[in-house]
């Protein structure tokens, strides 16, 4: 991309035409996904250029008859074990140590922002845990689409600052953000491709992901010359006849703007409270 600050960016985003990178971890999976490509297209003029040459030097009327004994040269195994060992650098030195770095070693909680985020036909439910840290108790019995969507609790104690929103994700820059995923209803995925993230929400299972999202909006604006643009969470699985229209949005902005947001969002909690 044109203007773009070193080290946010890849080599192979560019070469591939990746949506821009927006997360600290994006550069290795585009890498991942470069190199794979990259070695296939080998494979495929390879393999490619042989086949056509196969046909054209085998042709019938220059081999009427065919030869029972075959070639004799090694030169193909040696390829096939090159191709192999090639597939296992892929497999062993990047995706392995990749998938376990997304997986195994998750930041702890104390460094991170703990969102939960659960799906539902057709919307994302946002919930953080406020400064407490504690998530508030949620009940199914009140429940209410419309007025209570996660069923939360606001008498439990925990439950006083929390913050709920409907498709809306805000998240501070430069920060690990654990988002922990469930569904309501049947399975979605939460994908953000600028943040090189998607991961399926299960009924019955909280699947946490993480990642840490280093470019804000106000800067992909900049940088991509969109002054609309915005980060959308798409549901990667096909949930329902809603599904098109199962769209959230996340805005990054700074630790300080991120504080102020949360702060808004205490004190209108607070005054609807008054009329509970
Ligand atoms: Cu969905």
Not at 183 to 195: L, Y
Not at 203 to 219: A, D, K, Q, R, S
Not at 220 to 246: D, K, V, W
Request: hydrophobic share 45%; with cysteine; glycine share 8%.
């Amino acid at each position: 991309m044109v203007g773009a600050p070193k080290g946010v960016e890849n080599m192979m985003t560019d070469w591939l035409g990746l949506p821009a990178l927006a997360s600290a971890h994006g550069g290795q999976i585009d890498s991942l996904i470069g190199w794979t490509h990259l070695f296939m297209l080998i494979l495929f003029v390879g393999w490619g250029g042989f086949f056509a040459y196969a046909v054209v030097r085998f042709r019938r009327s220059r081999h009427p008859v065919a030869n029972y004994t075959g070639a004799k040269s090694h030169t193909s195994s040696y390829l096939e074990v090159g191709v192999a060992v090639v597939e296992g650098i892929l497999l062993v030195g990047f995706s392995i140590p990749l998938w376990a770095a997304r997986v195994d070693r998750m930041p702890p909680d104390s460094e991170s922002l703990l969102v939960q985020v659960t799906g539902e036909q057709f919307a994302w439910n946002v919930h953080y845990a406020g400064s407490d840290g504690v998530f508030g108790r949620t009940d199914i019995k009140l429940l209410d689409l419309q007025s209570n969507p996660l069923g939360l609790d606001r008498s439990d104690p925990a439950a006083k600052d929390d913050i709920t929103t409907l498709n809306q994700l805000y998240l501070p820059v430069n920060k690990p953000v654990i988002v922990r995923l469930r569904s309501k209803d049947v399975i979605h995925s939460f994908g953000v491709p600028e943040f090189r993230v998607k991961q399926d929400a299960i009924p019955g299972l909280t699947i946490p992901v993480w990642f840490v999202p280093n470019v804000t909006t106000e800067e992909m604006r900049a940088r991509t010359g969109n002054p609309e643009f915005q980060y959308e969470i798409a549901c990667a699985q096909l949930c329902g006849l809603g599904h098109f229209r199962m769209r959230g949005y996340v805005t990054v902005q700074s630790a300080e703007e991120f504080q102020k947001w949360m702060e808004e969002r205490l004190a209108e909690q607070a005054e609807l409270d008054v009329f509970r």
